[in-house]
């Protein structure tokens, strides 16, 4: 891409424009995640619709390599790309409230922290993931599961429209009865169909939450495993409560005496009072062991949904696998205690997500996300700081996840879960049961797949 050459519509932002002599390139190409390294020929950060369908225009005009980063959070880095060129929609930062109507407007820079920040301010909350540094349009893209899913749904599932610049530089809106094809394929069916550079979500009312994490002696896994996959499908749907097998985080508020000890964690958050969540917790508390730490306490919703960030900084090593979890059985659980049992890395983790309760409610055939009939979205993730620990990080979540895969009948994955190494049988499986009907969507709004650098659906 000549930036000195550049279409006279282009001129509006080709100050904006970042290439490799420019000085602040190295910092402005880092990806979230540090084990990923790419070279793209410009970063072009773009502060509306117009600018995005500009860029858009360019690359399919000359045939260039085309990425989209919004919040920039994407594991496997696919908000870059090496060669090409990046719309950065970083800029885009705008956010409206409708409170009386429980609406909440976003554009696609935004991250979920300042999606949450905006909204708290009126009570309200969009259901979205557990780390608030996550940008929401890749979130969003990709069905967007966290504490609210239980009770709320997807993130999909509250979303009531989108702005998307097409393949053809024109700028559409997508919503029930508005280009209802592309509408259902944008939920669930990722950055495939083209650029989202505003969302639309219905918000709930949400305030104080009782979160926090309860860890147990990790010698305790596989029992705490065999109640937790009883005790779920009878809990309210109020209660978010999600498991995993990690080691205390070397980090206060965590007491210093268990830093870096292998745990399981059962971590929850009760949408309403500390009164009636205590209620419900009882059978939890008197079926199994006395914890090493219980954390819960009342809290504002905004500040649990931010209580990781600290932990989880820009440039940290990743590798990470996922499956969709239909049944958890005892030889999968044997298999979790295995491995999980044995983390590389302080950081490194598995996380069992509840998809059930609000979720369920949805038919396969609604959305493009079609892992309706799961009960959980797992994720094994490698994760620290030091580049050298790469090999081994890869290592340990491929094998883990190779050893319990064989159990989850299901085959498919949370997009969003997924490294760019997953093959392209994997990706059919994400998509699950609406794979053919996406890919019949793709046909009609971006044939020659400008939108590829995803996990993608080619026409």
Known sequence: MNCRNLPAEFACIQSRIITPDHPDYDERRALYNGMIDKRPAAIVPCESATEVAMVVTIARQNGLLLAVRGGGHNGPGLGSCDGGIVIDMAPMKGISVDAQRRIVS????????????????????????????????????????????????????????????LATGSIVTARAHENPDLFWALRGGGGNFGVVTRFSYRAHPVTDVFAGPIFYDIGHARNIMRFYREYLPSAPRELALFFGMKRVPTADPFPRDLWDRPVCALIGCYDGCEDEAREILAPVHAALPKPLLDGMSTMPFVDWQSAFDPLLPQGLQWYWKGDYVDELTDAAIDEHVRYGSNTPSTLSLMHLYPIDGAVHDV??????????????????????????????????????????????????????????????????????????RLRDVKRDYDPSNLFRVNQNIAP
């Open 106 to 165: 976003v554009q696609a820079g935004c991250t979920q922290g300042e999606v949450d920040a905006a909204a708290s301010k009126h009570g309200l909350a969009v259901p979205a993931g557990i780390v608030s540094s996550t940008g929401v349009a890749g979130l969003t893209l990709g069905g967007g599961h966290g504490y609210l899913t239980r009770k709320y749904g997807l993130t999909i599932d509250n979303l009531i429209e989108a702005e998307v610049v």
């Open 363 to 436: 038919r396969p055939e609604d959305t493009a996300w079609g892992a309706r009939r799961a009960t959980w979205s797992m994720v094994i993730a490698g994760i620290d700081p030091d580049p050298t620990k790469a090999a081994e990080l890869r290592r340990w979540a491929s094998d883990y996840w190779r050893a319990v895969h064989k159990h989850n009948p299901h085959g498919g994955s949370y997009i969003n879960f997924m490294m760019d190494d997953e093959g392209d049988e994997r990706v059919k499986a994400a998509y699950g049961v609406n794979f053919d």
